[in-house]
């Protein structure tokens, strides 16, 4: 019922800045409660990057502390992870995924993934 779309991945060099966005569509009146940045190397778990409420508050996980930042945009249901200083670890295929109420319940969707790779 609602359609994550990310956007922003590609190959960056170390020391650069990369802004990540996630968007949350949908043909159904729907509104976020949450929305959480993952990231995932091939052959490792998903890890928790960054998350947002949509009251404002957010949490970044300590690896990428200092060097990324997540905001929400509230009138175009989006939301951005900012990352700075990119280190070849942060390499990876970064994930999206909103927790929205709509048609009478509360739901997460996931964003297809897209691929930061930070190299010289």
């Known amino acids: 019922q609602v359609q994550v779309v990310e956007s922003g991945g590609g190959l960056v060099q170390p020391g650069e800045s990369r802004r990540l966005s996630c968007a949350a569509v949908s043909a159904y009146a729907f509104s976020i409660r949450d929305v959480t940045w993952y990231r995932q190397v091939a052959g490792k778990q998903r890890e928790l990057v960054a998350e947002i409420a949509w009251g404002g508050s957010t949490s970044i996980t300590d690896s990428v502390k200092g060097r990324f930042t997540i905001s929400r945009d509230n009138g175009n249901n989006a939301v951005y992870l900012q990352m700075n200083s990119l280190k070849p670890e942060d390499t990876a295929v970064y994930y999206c995924?909103?927790?929205?109420?709509?048609?009478?319940?509360?739901?997460?969707?996931w964003g297809q993934g897209t691929q930061v790779t930070v190299s010289s």
């Open positions: 995924k909103v927790r929205c109420s709509v048609l009478g319940g509360t739901y997460d969707y």
